[in-house]
């Protein structure tokens, strides 16, 4: 079983649409959790932080951790063309980016 | 403000061949991190620098992979002799320092037939 469990996708949703991003982990040593954007042929962009369990809002990005359930979501509200790309959850035990473990990634497609 | 340079954007080599790799940080991060992205995967950390010594190598191939980040600055990756399962896209990234937000660079495709 990987760490960090996420669904390639591809996900395609309508321009407008909320869209929910999710990850499930095994690890009950994860602490700090974070989403990355990936566009294609570039390097991943830090999107969101958070740290142990709860919602953090930053403009129509949403990231929510459930550490019980060990599942963490990412919500995209009014969704973009701008925002298909591909997203990457990603979580240590530690804060900083030493002991990070990736998920695979979900392909996003946001149609026009 | 300039983001993290890499270079070469793409490299095609035969196996057993050797290849490098190089990175400039953004000015004044005192971070450096190499990571391996093989299609379809997340980012797996290869070497992590502060300033000029190693942080972390623990998953860096070291019988065929090296880093250096001489004056603390640039950095290069070295991979001699290649193989197939080499075949990835090298990401670079820099950051302040170890807890701040880092920066990736574009990454170095490389393909090893």
């Known amino acids: 079983q990987k760490e960090v469990e996420q669904d390639p996708g591809p996900l395609s949703v309508p321009e407008g649409a909320i869209v929910s991003l999710n990850c499930t982990y095994s690890?009950?040593?994860?602490?700090?959790f974070m989403w990355y954007r990936q566009y294609s042929r570039k390097g991943p962009e830090l999107l969101m932080y958070?740290?142990?369990?709860g919602n953090k809002e930053d403009g129509r990005f949403t990231a929510q951790v459930d550490k019980s359930s060990k599942y963490i979501s990412l919500f995209i509200r009014d969704s973009q063309p701008s925002d298909s790309a591909t997203y990457l959850c990603?979580?240590?035990?530690?804060?900083?980016?030493?002991?990070?473990?990736f998920g695979t990634g979900t392909k996003l497609q946001v149609i026009p | 403000e300039a983001g993290v340079a890499q270079s070469p954007r793409y490299k095609i080599i035969e196996k057993r061949q050797s290849v490098a790799f190089w990175c400039n940080p953004i000015?004044?991060?005192?971070?450096l991190y190499w990571y391996q992205q093989i299609l379809g995967q997340g980012p797996k950390l290869l070497i992590q620098?502060?300033?000029?010594?190693?942080?972390?190598d623990s998953q860096l191939p070291k019988d065929r992979f090296s880093a250096e980040r001489l004056k603390g600055v640039d950095s290069t990756l070295k991979i001699q002799p290649a193989k197939l399962e080499d075949s990835a896209v090298y990401l670079c990234?820099?950051?302040?320092?170890?807890?701040?937000?880092?920066?990736f660079g574009p990454g170095t495709r490389l393909l090893v037939l």
């Open positions: 990234a820099s950051s302040l320092d170890l807890v701040e937000t880092q920066y």
């Open positions: 690890n009950s040593a994860f602490q700090y």
């Open positions: 958070t740290y142990s369990s």
């Open positions: 990603a979580m240590s035990p530690a804060r900083g980016y030493q002991k990070v473990t």
């Open positions: 000015s004044g991060h005192a971070t």
């Open positions: 620098f502060q300033n000029n010594g190693v942080v972390d």
